[in-house]
T-cell receptor, first 114, second 115 residues
Framework: SQTIHQWPATLVQPVGSPLSLECTVE??????LYWYRQAAGRGLQLLFY??????ISSEVPQNLSASRPQDRQFILSSKKLLLSDSGFYLC?????????????FGPGTRLTVL | AQSVTQLGSHVSVSEGALVLLRCNYS??????LFWYVQYPNQGLQLLLK??????LVKGINGFEAEFKKSETSFHLTKPSAHMSDAAEYFC?????????????FGTGTRLTIIP
C-alpha cells in the first residue's frame, strides 16, 4: 500500500529565516506530487505540482519554491519567511495524470512564522 | 475555470440527526467531484468521489452524495450523525478542460455534533 510522509509535523520559525519542508511517498513510482497551503479560515490553495523529477509548476507567485530531487521526494523551501507564510502545509500525491484520479494527502506540517 | 461553493462555513447537528453539507459547482464541462474530510491537525481523507459512473455515490463512514446536474450540486449527506463525524469537510472539483491535475477546493464546512 502507498503511504505519504511529511516532516516536520510542526515548525515555529522567525521572520526572515529559511524553510525546508519534506514530503516522501512510499509504495508507488512516478507519482504526481502537490503542495497545498491551508491558511486559517480559508480553503486549500495549490502552490506547486510536479509530474516528474525536476518538473515543477507553480500556481501562485510567492517567496516559496519547490524541488523534486528524487522520484518520490518533494521539497518546499523558502530563503526568507514572511509572516504571511504561516499556515498548514499539505503534500499530496496522485497515481495517474487523469482527472478521475484521486489525490491522497499527507498528515501536514503546521508552520508558524513569528 | 471550475469552482465550488460550500454554503455554510459552520453546520451544527444533533447526534443521530441528518447531516447535510451543501456543495455547488461551476463548470462548463462535465466535472469530477470529490468530498474530503479533515480532522483537527490532520491531512485530508477522501470520503467519496463522483466520476460520472453513477449519480448517487456512497463513501466511507456512512456518507453519500448525489450529483444533480440540473442543480449543479453535489451535497453530502449522512442519515444519522455520530460524534466522530465532527470535522471539517471540503468539496472539490476537477474538470476535463484542465491542462493539469488541479483540484479546486471549496472553503470548507466545519461540522459540529451536539450531544
Amino acid at each position: 500500500s502507498q503511504t505519504i510522509h511529511q516532516w516536520p509535523a510542526t515548525l515555529v520559525q522567525p521572520v526572515g529565516s529559511p524553510l525546508s519542508l519534506e514530503c516522501t511517498v512510499e509504495g508507488t513510482s512516478n507519482p504526481n506530487l502537490y503542495w497545498y497551503r491551508q491558511a486559517a479560515g480559508r480553503g486549500l490553495q495549490l502552490l506547486f505540482y510536479s509530474v516528474g523529477i525536476g518538473q515543477i509548476s507553480s500556481e501562485v507567485p510567492q517567496n516559496l519554491s519547490a524541488s523534486r530531487p528524487q522520484d518520490r521526494q518533494f521539497i518546499l523551501s523558502s530563503k526568507k519567511l514572511l509572516l504571511s507564510d504561516s499556515g498548514f502545509y499539505l503534500c499530496a500525491w496522485s497515481r495517474l495524470a487523469g482527472v478521475q484520479d484521486t489525490q491522497y494527502f499527507g498528515p501536514g506540517t503546521r508552520l508558524t512564522v513569528l | 475555470a471550475q469552482s465550488v461553493t460550500q454554503l455554510g462555513s459552520h453546520v451544527s447537528v444533533s447526534e443521530g440527526a441528518l447531516v447535510l453539507l451543501r456543495c455547488n459547482y461551476s463548470s462548463s464541462v462535465p466535472p469530477y467531484l470529490f468530498w474530503y474530510v479533515q480532522y483537527p491537525n490532520q491531512g485530508l481523507q477522501l470520503l467519496l468521489k463522483y466520476t460520472s459512473a453513477a449519480t448517487l455515490v456512497k463513501g466511507i463512514n456512512g456518507f453519500e452524495a448525489e450529483f444533480k446536474k440540473s442543480e449543479t450540486s453535489f451535497h453530502l449527506t449522512k442519515p444519522s450523525a455520530h460524534m466522530s463525524d465532527a470535522a471539517e469537510y471540503f468539496c472539490a472539483v476537477k474538470g476535463l478542460d484542465f491542462g493539469n491535475e488541479k483540484l479546486t477546493f471549496g472553503t470548507g464546512t466545519r461540522l459540529t455534533i451536539i450531544p
